[in-house]
């Protein structure tokens, strides 16, 4: 199947500490790749290296066959490559609605279309359209970052820990919205909730101390329970 | 355009500017039209101000250098040349295209960069800017400076008011439809989050380098009006307390709110002359800027977000409650830190 996004041997620095040591993934087209490992593996990094908030200090990054490797986030970003981090990454200061005209690179048929699409799906965005991002709760503020990275034509997301800090209940409105999102467009998922991850995931790789150390179907992962306590702690 | 859709803060302000008009009527004294005059100019100083401040983040110590530009530009071109409409506009051209193009450099030094590279920068470059106007005595006349004769039109106090209340507000409403813009929007982003602006594609540099350009080049519109209230200039228009009062304006109005900083230029300006002016009344007033301090103290402790940025969030939904917030997470990042 063909790669969307492939990462070779990407090795990365965060000051003078060694975080990533031998990265390597192929993301197919069409599907979601979930990222797993425990706390401190590396996996936020990998997914901030790709977006060029960290510089790749060895290997090759290459998405639809471009290197882009180093290249400003602002050009990855412009590539077709939407993020939403771990954080959320929301403006505080800003309204859903300004939030939302922000991300919209342009306001044309289509990304009216996406954002309508976005506001059916979590109605509480339409609610609170002149609330500052601030004033929001923890889902609704995921809400509106998962809303902001959809709402341009990207050709991958890059979603970072979505059900990180949130209500059982939210966590299965974000889990129900990225499935819809999925048949639309290609998706990296680095997510610490395995039951949210086996729902979503195609595909897995394990990170394990900055490296990519086991990978394959999201449906072999669920029956292989040696790797998950190897690996993820999961008995 | 249908009058439904202006919204009720624009009715507010164009009601003010119209009482504002009506003012040289009810108060035809020189001295408090030259007030006036001095609020208008300081305003239009501080929102330039709040444009880089508050609105992108960006913090200057050295704004006043483009003020200073302004106001030796028409001053110098003024003295050299007829006291016309004609030199006075090609001294506005100058004032502009100068002050365009120092923005310009110093932002694209240094806004690549963290934003105190910016602050120190320009604090270095006003600095530099107030001894070259020092030596160059041929040129600025050095620390006593020089007066300068006035086009026919401006000699007059009321005819000078009308042209700054309606700089004033031609440029309150440019620039508040330049934030409201999309561009604004990606400036407020800028603000909030760089990081996260540039990953939604945004080349956060151009944006910065932009927004310091229009700062650049209104505070330097600022500098003409001020030169040519005072016909007279001096190596004051680029002393850093002018900076530290702009900031002082736009903090104690409500900073990324632009109508708080003529707010602020306004509170400012009345304090200096009343206060100074109750020195017949106890000694203490002698030293009014001891009693301003106190009250900029008070200022910052129960409106936290100046002015008009704490009527704002008392009574709607925005703006700056986010900045409190942000304020907040940064404090609690601080202590978890810690």
């Known amino acids: ?235 | 355009m249908n009058l439904r859709n202006v919204d009720k803060s624009t009715w507010i302000y164009l009601i003010a500017s119209l009482l504002l008009f009506m003012v040289p009527f009810i108060l035809t004294g020189r001295s408090m039209q030259f007030i006036f005059i001095q609020i208008f100019i300081f305003a239009i100083f501080a929102m330039s101000y709040d444009i880089l401040l508050g609105f992108t983040g960006i913090i200057s110590f050295g704004h006043v250098m483009f003020f200073g530009i302004g106001a030796y530009s028409t001053a110098i071109t003024m003295s050299k040349f007829d006291s016309t409409i004609g030199s006075f506009l090609f001294g506005v051209v100058i004032a502009v295209i100068l002050a365009a193009f120092v923005s310009f450099i110093v932002g694209v030094l240094t806004l690549r960069l963290k934003s105190h590279f910016y602050a120190m920068l320009t604090l270095a470059l006003a600095g530099l800017f107030l001894v070259a106007a020092e030596k160059w005595r041929t040129l600025t006349g050095g620390n006593d400076g020089f007066t300068f004769r006035l086009p026919e039109i401006f000699r007059d106090s009321q005819s000078m008011y009308m042209f700054c209340l309606l700089s004033l507000i031609l440029i309150f409403f440019g620039l508040r439809r330049f934030t409201k813009s999309p561009f604004g929007r990606v400036l407020m982003a800028i603000r909030e989050n760089e990081n996260r602006t540039e990953s939604l594609g945004y080349k956060i540099v151009h944006y910065k380098v932009i927004a310091s350009v229009v700062a650049g080049v209104v505070a330097s519109f600022a500098g003409v009006l001020y030169a040519l209230s005072l016909r007279f200039v001096n190596t004051g228009v680029f002393a850093t307390d002018l900076t530290i009062d702009v900031l002082l304006m736009t903090i104690i109005g409500g900073v990324g709110t632009l109508v708080g900083p003529i707010l602020g230029a306004g509170l400012v300006e009345f304090a200096h002359h009343w206060l100074s002016g109750l020195a017949d009344v106890h000694w203490i007033f002698e030293r009014w800027i001891i009693l301003y301090g106190t009250v900029y103290i008070l200022v910052v402790i129960f409106f936290p977000l100046g002015i008009v940025g704490t009527i704002q969030s008392r009574f709607s939904n925005r703006p700056l409650k986010g900045l409190r917030d942000n304020r907040k997470a940064n404090e609690n990042k601080g202590r978890r830190a810690s």
């Open chain 1, 1 to 235: 199947m063909e790669s969307l996004l492939e990462l070779k041997q990407v090795e990365a620095f965060i000051q003078h500490y060694h975080i990533l040591h031998d990265i390597s993934f192929e993301v197919p087209k069409s599907e979601v790749t979930v990222l797993l490992g425990r706390n401190g593996a590396g996996k936020t990094t990998t997914l901030r290296t790709i977006m060029g908030l960290n510089q790749v200090s060895k290997g090759t990054v290459r998405f639809k066959g471009e290197e882009i490797s180093n290249r400003s986030t602002h050009q990855i970003a412009k590539r077709g490559i939407g993020y939403v981090p771990e954080d959320q990454g929301i403006f505080n200061g800003l309204t859903v609605g300004e939030n939302m005209r922000v991300a919209m690179k342009k306001e044309d048929e289509e990304t009216t279309k996406r954002m309508e699409w976005v506001l059916e799906l979590f109605p509480d965005l339409k609610k609170f359209w002149k609330k500052e991002g601030g004033q929001l709760s923890g889902g609704q503020k995921q809400m509106l970052a998962i809303s902001r990275a959809y709402v341009n034509r990207n050709d991958l997301l890059l979603i970072d820990e979505p059900s990180k800090g949130l209500a059982p209940i939210i966590v299965d409105k974000v889990t129900e919205s990225i499935q819809q999102m999925k048949e639309q467009t290609t998706i990296v998922l680095v997510e610490q909730n395995f039951m949210m991850a086996s729902n979503i995931g195609d595909h897995f790789y394990i990170i394990d101390d900055g490296a990519t150390v086991h990978h394959g179907k999201m449906e072999e992962l669920k029956e292989d329970k040696i790797t998950m306590k190897k690996y993820l702690g999961i008995a």
